[in-house]
């Protein structure tokens, strides 16, 4: 039986380093403290709405937004943790 031809493989040459990625630093201690910040203006909103809600004139009117208002900042807050370095 005839021996079939063995292929050659070209010689492996990496690809062309493109421009060097460019690295961030760590985050400005400003932007830790306003995260924190967000996230717990928002905590307290859902306390003082669970204990004070209906005696608070503006939390009153505002009714079930109060949970979109103190989940969405404590979401924000959660949502700034995944840019921080």
Do not use: C
Not at 22 to 38: D, E, F, N, Q
Not at 53 to 68: C, S, T
């Amino acid at each position: 039986m005839p021996k079939s031809k063995v292929r050659k493989k070209p010689t492996y040459t990496p690809p062309p380093q493109a421009t060097a990625a460019r690295t961030s630093g760590p985050s400005h201690p400003a932007y830790v403290v306003i995260m924190l910040a967000i996230g717990i203006v928002g905590l307290a909103w859902l306390v003082v709405n669970y204990l004070a809600g209906e005696d608070i004139r503006f939390m009153a009117e505002l009714g079930g937004y109060n949970f979109l208002i103190g989940f969405g900042l404590v979401v924000v807050s959660l949502l700034m943790t995944m840019k921080w370095r």
